[in-house]
DNA sequence: CTAGTGCACTGGTCGGACCAGTAGGCTACG
DNA sequence: CGTAGCCTACTGGTCCGACCAGTGCACTAG
């Protein structure tokens, strides 16, 4: 084990030294969100590289979603507040290149679902609680406005009981999964089930995890909450990979 | 409501529609891993662009973990397998510019980790579960090696388990989630509590789980690995969020 | 005080140039 | 005949200089 552990001595090229600096800045804090980067032609200096060189580290932190740069713009680039598009477009791929099935999404979802139902019934405020039922209400005057209408009542569920549960986390991923799984669910919309059975049994049981949450029954709501997903989505996913799904229900 | 919906025009840029061409042929398999882009002056003759637009658009794709180019290869960038590295960074800097807490982190694999178990109980096979065992064994054996033997035991037995589980992005996700986690203990090692107790209540932790998967108790065991990771890891969070925490032991 | 105009500057794209490095064919040696 | 070593054609990385369409701001004319 002697001798000294030298590292591989990568050729660090000079766009990726631009890029971790600023960088840097950015995750540190010494820039926040809508400052601006000096101009192209000012960073050259600043780094002492060439404007090529600046131009592609600019492309590699806007892919990364820190920064975003408009033809034109006087100010320079502009640090970006952040989003969860990177990790939604690097997910997306991953859907995409593995073939991640439905049923592995689907199982995500009942999965970060149910642990946010599960803190939610915990940490949950009264409010919270009835801004939950207000978005069950408006999903069940959104069942014959149509499925956008019902769909965005429904999001608007989950958004408030994952903010209830209070981990960004499983916020942004739930986030993240949910429109891969819509957009998926829409190119299959075709062999779509009984929609408003669907939307009728759905409301049911979002009650029933209401109500669980109000009764501070965290486990119950849960369970309930993962059937209920179960239900809604079992008619989308291969008749073989339910059983994965099933794993869940207990 | 009536009239056309037009779509506001954004001005697509140049590198944006490279990337989207190259993006589509990977996604789609037309481009497979380990086949090989033409050379960018090669790649500038068939957008017909020229080659500073083709390299912010080979930037991009690198960023997004598609290619990779090495200087003087004469084949052209390479085409890479799916690698959740672009996952991993844009998560470790949502860890970073959204101050996602440790305890918020340790949470999420509390989640994952008995979720991936939970399905494990159903799904896992004989040959599986002796591999369980082995690493559990090599983690008695790595008490005293150092924290690193039984660091990697201690990853070993749970990408068994999560192997088990059955679903990839369980599997990516708390890849993904470890590692950041892992690094975030690394910076706080001086507040450690004793270590080697901490190591041996983890393996008795682990021998239980196992045991309560052999018997097919899922949800035994996904109860047991959420107490077991919350006794590993509550000495290094904050006081006040352990609360959190345990809102998911019950 | 406002509406309009011009200008200085921006980012996007292009083309050409040079360099260090690689792979694979070629040659000369054993 | 086989192989070690060189050579060359080509690669990606970087730099430079140029042009264009677009933006924001200051300035001007009403």
Redesign the interface.
Known sequence: MGGPRFEPVR?VRA?ERVVEQV?EA??SGALSPGERLPSERELMVQFSVSR?TV??AL??L?????VRSR?GDPHGAEVLP?T?A??H???T??A???E?SLA??V??RM??DS?AI??AA??RTEEQLAEMGRAVEAMRGAVEAGEDAFGAADVAFHDAVVRAG?????E??TDV?RSIVLKLIAERIAEAPDREALMRRSIHHHEEVIAAMRAGD??LAARLSRKAMYDYYAGYVEECERG?LR??L?
């Open positions: 050729a766009y960088e950015v995750e090529s131009r592609e492309r590699v806007q892919a990364r979603g820190l033809p952040f969860p990177a990790l477009k690097s997910m791929t991953l995409r290149v593995e991640l592995e999404l199982q995500f999965v970060l642990a599960l803190l915990r940490l209070g981990n960004k986390l499983i942004i991923c999964v965290g486990p994965a794993a869940l207990e």
